[in-house]
């Protein structure tokens, strides 16, 4: 059983550019949600995709976006980044199995985004 | 809204001693609780969980128990060691699933030989 993998792990961007960060899910995982961890915080949430679609969003603008492929692997985009985009971003997946479900998130190890 | 407050660290140890890191949380609905640990370098990683109240969750010798009463779900282990050296981060899920978690801001725990 594999487990969460994110790419790139390290990168440097310039403030205005844009940015796709990658996520493959754990075998047997079917929902995938982003974080964001700001040096010295918690992670926060950004969105969870599940069949495809966003399925929830945190407290982020527009220029956060995401795709789910049909196997289960992720992006997340970032548009006109900003120098407080700078962080550890966490890709987390699970297998939804409804809203009593115990399910519990797998994190990856993350992409640590630097925007000069 | 849904928040969790913990410990701010950090927290230095000597090895063999008795480990309390406290979280509550905002009583907003029947959240689920949960303990993550990060290792440096390593993404986040379960410790343990309780899915309601006096549920005691419990895991390499961590153990919390969601008090309702307190709404504080508080991280014990009796006998720390030098390996359990991390940022732990207490969480709550929202809206009955448990992707959506909001989390502390984590306590650096330093356990020394």
């Known amino acids: 059983e594999t487990g969460v993998t994110q790419s790139p792990t390290h990168l440097i961007k310039t403030r205005g550019q844009q940015v796709t960060l990658r996520c493959s899910s754990q075998?047997?995982?079917?929902?995938v949600s982003w974080y964001q961890q700001a040096l010295g915080q918690g992670p926060q949430f950004i969105f969870q995709?599940?069949?495809?679609?966003?399925?929830g969003r945190g407290n982020f603008p527009p220029r956060f976006s995401g795709l789910q492929f049909p196997n289960y692997s992720s992006e997340l985009n970032v548009n006109a980044l900003e120098l407080d985009d700078s962080a550890l971003y966490l890709c987390?997946?699970?297998?939804?199995?409804?809203?009593?479900?115990?399910?519990?998130?797998?994190f990856g190890a993350g992409s640590r985004l630097t925007v000069l | 809204g849904n928040s969790v407050t913990q410990m701010e660290g950090p927290v230095t140890l000597s090895e063999e001693a008795f480990l309390t890191i406290n979280c509550t949380y905002t009583a907003t609905g029947y959240p689920s609780l949960f303990w993550y640990v990060q290792y440096p370098g390593e993404g986040l990683q379960l410790l343990l969980k309780?899915?309601?109240?006096?549920d005691k969750g419990s895991n390499k010798g961590f153990e919390a128990t969601y008090r309702k009463e307190t709404t504080s779900f508080h991280l014990e282990k009796g006998s720390v060691q030098v390996s359990d050296s991390a940022v732990y981060f207490c969480?709550?899920?929202?809206?009955?699933?448990?992707?959506?978690?909001?989390f502390g801001k984590g306590t650096l725990l330093t356990v020394n030989p």
């Open positions: 969480a709550r899920n929202s809206g009955g699933s448990n992707y959506k978690l909001t």
């Open positions: 995709y599940y069949r495809e679609e966003e399925n």
């Open positions: 075998s047997g995982h079917n929902t």
């Open positions: 987390a997946s699970s297998l939804e199995s409804g809203p009593s479900g115990a399910n519990v998130l797998t």
């Open positions: 309780a899915t309601k109240a006096d």
